[in-house]
């Protein structure tokens, strides 16, 4: 699993679960296992087996969300919005399916027909459908996908924007995952806004074209406080890697004129070379880790007080030397008197 799928997953699993629209296709998994709807296609059962024993299940279930859509999705109040989640359900369960390995790529557009077929005796019989079902052979899954993660982004935009607000850990996730919506709408814009036989023009997703106001954005940040604590020890290890690295570092440059001397021709022995570039890769290791710690975790803070601290110690020893300096002109004029007086200024 690449960094994107990962980010994809966590945003459904740490943000998109649970919210109230998300839930929706939670309803639509329920399973229908040898149900009345299953007798639709009870022909195409052998068929189905030859593929995955488990298609059969969810060609059940399915049939049981198109005849009973309204009921299982009663909490849709928006006309049409139950058909689009509909239809992202079984897309989407097809593409799991494929991932894990339970169908082969070759058999998608077979399944899709089958599915179709299904539809239509549905369609045909006195139960009552309210969905418009079609197959776009050049539709691909992974279309299919974003079109969905869209919609899903859409829809539960203001959830998410609540719950991210209430837990600032999950801001690292909804950015990576903004990325990933935006190159999704560029894609549906490229397929749904040119007239491409790609669209499912079914959902009636042309108004995405017109604007991309509906894409709306959250605008946090990765706070500090959200970084990891840094102990004590650590911060001198880094400090005392840092010096080590640093005079390592510096002793490289009378090793370079020794060997230059010594080979008159400018070139080095390859140890040397390597011993050189470990030590130069190990500083620019520990310097951004330095920077890392310094901008993002309470070590700059501690950094910055230690460094403001050590300023105040030099300006005092500065004001020091110069009263003592003004104490001894005025003891200079003084110095043939027999009675004088040295003050003492605290520092």
């Known amino acids: ?16 679960r ?17 149900c009345e709807y299953c007798t639709y296609f009870n022909f195409l059962r052998t068929v189905l087996d030859r593929y995955n024993e488990n298609l059969y299940k969810l060609f059940c279930t399915f049939a049981k969300n198109l005849v009973m859509l309204p009921e299982v999705l009663q909490d849709v ?35 899709l027909t089958l599915l179709l077929q299904v539809h239509y005796r549905i369609q045909s019989s006195p139960k009552p459908n309210i969905c418009y079902f079609d197959y776009y052979h050049k539709t691909d899954l992974i279309l299919w996908k974003k079109l969905k993660d869209l ?37 549906f814009k490229y397929e749904c806004c040119n007239n491409s036989e790609k669209c499912p023009n079914n959902l009636n997703l042309k108004d995405w074209c017109s604007t991309d106001d509906f894409l709306l954005k959250l605008s946090c940040e990765v706070s500090k406080a959200n970084a990891p604590e840094i102990s004590e020890d650590a911060k001198d290890q880094l400090l005392q890697k840092l010096h080590e690295g640093d005079r390592s570092h510096s002793t490289n440059f009378p090793s370079h004129e020794h060997n230059h001397d010594t080979y008159g021709d400018g070139i080095t022995t390859s140890t040397d070379y390597y011993a050189k570039l470990g030590v130069s890769i190990s500083f620019l290791g520990i310097l951004s880790s330095f920077f890392y710690l310094y901008k993002f975790t309470t070590f700059g803070n ?31 004029e003084s110095l043939y008197n027999d009675d004088y007086n040295i003050t003492y200024h605290p520092s």
């Open 302 to 332: 501690w950094i910055s007080s230690k460094i403001l601290k050590q300023k105040i110690n030099d300006n005092l020893d500065q004001n020091s030397k110069n009263l003592l300096e003004h104490d001894l002109n005025n003891m200079d």
């Open 1 to 16: 699993m690449d960094d994107a799928e990962q980010n994809n997953k966590d945003f459904q699993e740490k943000i998109l």
């Open 77 to 111: 109040t928006v006309e049409g919005d139950g058909c689009k989640y509909f239809t992202f359900w079984i897309h989407d369960e097809i593409r799991k399916r494929l991932n894990n390995n339970e169908i082969d790529n070759n058999n998608i557009s077979r399944i």
């Open 151 to 187: 919609y899903d982004y859409v829809q539960n935009f203001e959830d998410i924007k609540s719950k991210i607000a209430n837990d600032d850990n999950l801001c690292p996730i909804y950015l990576k995952y903004l990325t990933y919506i935006e190159s999704a709408y560029e894609d």
């Open 18 to 34: 649970g919210l109230p629209k998300y839930q929706l296709y939670e309803k639509l998994n329920d399973a229908c296992e040898n």
